[in-house]
């Protein structure tokens, strides 16, 4: 059972450039929940679904893209990497609870 | 400003002692979790507390949710290497879509 997974798990990129990072689950959580962590902020949300084709903001969206086309996919764009964006992303899905299974985490630095 | 502070930032213990970390706020939370999370892997749930005043117990870990919900700790008996990590706590409110506000996280280094 293979639950969730990101990839890739480590990337780097420059200023400016286009970047997706994956998320896929295996349990058909109906939620899904893109957040990045820093140093002393802990878990910030960037944004949510609460099923296929319905996304919504979380507390830090701007300079991201979310889509979700499909129940278990959940992709998170940066349209134009800036360097405040360095940081690492975990995906997280629950089905109507409020206990999140977390993936493994993606740790992106951008030059 | 975060929703839920957390306290202390960094705990450094030696094995066998015991230690508390504190998530406090001052809304009011329809529940609260815990969660864990080791170098480089995703956060891993460890409780939910629902009740006010609600005490669970794994193992050494004792979590306790505040009377008011506005509060939780976190309290480890004889602590061991093992339980070295981050310790998150979270908050969900009702209404909020299955939305969790996570506070910054307490450190723990158990050392040998």
């Known amino acids: 059972d293979a639950g969730i997974t990101q990839s890739p798990r480590y990337k780097i990129t420059e200023t400016g450039r286009q970047v997706t990072l994956m998320c896929h689950q295996t349990?058909?959580?109906?939620?899904m929940f893109w957040y990045r962590q820093d140093l002393g902020h802990g878990l910030r949300l960037i944004y949510y679904?609460?099923?296929?084709?319905?996304?919504d903001k979380g507390e830090v969206p701007d300079g991201y893209v979310v889509s979700r086309s499909k129940t278990e996919n959940f992709p998170l764009t940066l349209e134009s990497a800036t360097r405040s964006q360095t940081s690492v992303y975990f995906c997280?899905?629950?089905?109507?609870?409020?206990?999140?299974?977390f993936g493994p985490g993606t740790r992106l630095t951008v030059t | 400003t975060q929703l839920l502070e957390q306290s202390p930032q960094f705990l450094s213990i030696q094995e066998g002692e015991n230690l508390t970390v504190y998530c406090n706020s001052s809304?009011?939370?329809?529940?609260l979790q815990w969660y864990r999370q080791e170098p480089g892997e995703g956060p891993v749930l460890l409780v939910t507390?629902?009740?006010?005043?609600e005490v669970k117990k794994l193992k050494r870990l004792t979590f306790q949710f505040g009377d008011a919900r506005k509060d939780s700790s976190l309290h480890i008996t004889a602590a061991q290497p093992g339980d070295t990590g981050l310790y998150l706590c979270?908050?969900?409110?009702?209404?909020?879509?299955?939305?969790?506000?996570f506070g910054a996280g307490t450190t723990v280094t158990v050392r040998a």
């Open positions: 997280a899905s629950t089905d109507l609870t409020y206990e999140q299974y």
């Open positions: 349990w058909s959580h109906s939620y």
């Open positions: 679904s609460a099923a296929a084709d319905i996304t």
């Open positions: 809304s009011v939370f329809s529940s």
């Open positions: 507390v629902v009740t006010g005043g």
């Open positions: 979270a908050g969900a409110r009702t209404g909020y879509d299955y939305k969790l506000s």
